[in-house]
């Protein structure tokens, strides 16, 4: 499956942003779908993932209480709503999905199709 992410900008400290993951012409809904960052200079970290029906939800602590990740199968889109943002948040974003519908873990190798990732930048 093919991802894309889209809904990156700049944004001053504080701001919000929602991300958006979609998969043209093909479907996200059996996938857990996991969100990365990366920033320059550092390795892809895990921020947020969800389970194939939303139940399931799992974040990294820098993120707890201010990302929101949902899903709308019927959509074929997951978000992450990113609220409270700070300068720490500025990376390339991306989204990934696993083939182990369940799994909302923070390993990225456990997810195995990725899509190419939006930028993030929080202004002070």
């Known amino acids: 499956v093919q991802l894309q992410a889209s809904g990156g900008g700049l944004v001053q400290a504080g701001g919000f942003l929602r991300l958006s993951c979609v998969a043209p012409g093909g479907t996200l809904s059996s996938y857990a779908i996991g969100w990365f960052h990366q920033a320059p200079g550092k390795e892809r970290e895990f921020v947020a993932a969800i389970g194939w029906s939303g139940t399931m939800k799992n974040y990294a602590d820098s993120v707890k209480g201010r990302f929101t990740i949902s899903r709308d199968n019927a959509k074929n889109t997951v978000w992450l709503q990113m609220n409270s943002l700070k300068t720490e948040d500025t990376a390339v974003y991306y989204c990934?999905?696993?083939?182990?519908?369940?799994?909302?873990?923070?390993?990225?190798?456990?997810?195995?199709?990725w899509g190419q990732g939006t930028q993030v930048t929080v202004s002070s």
């Open positions: 990934a999905a696993g083939e182990h519908p369940y799994y909302t873990g923070s390993a990225a190798t456990n997810y195995h199709y």
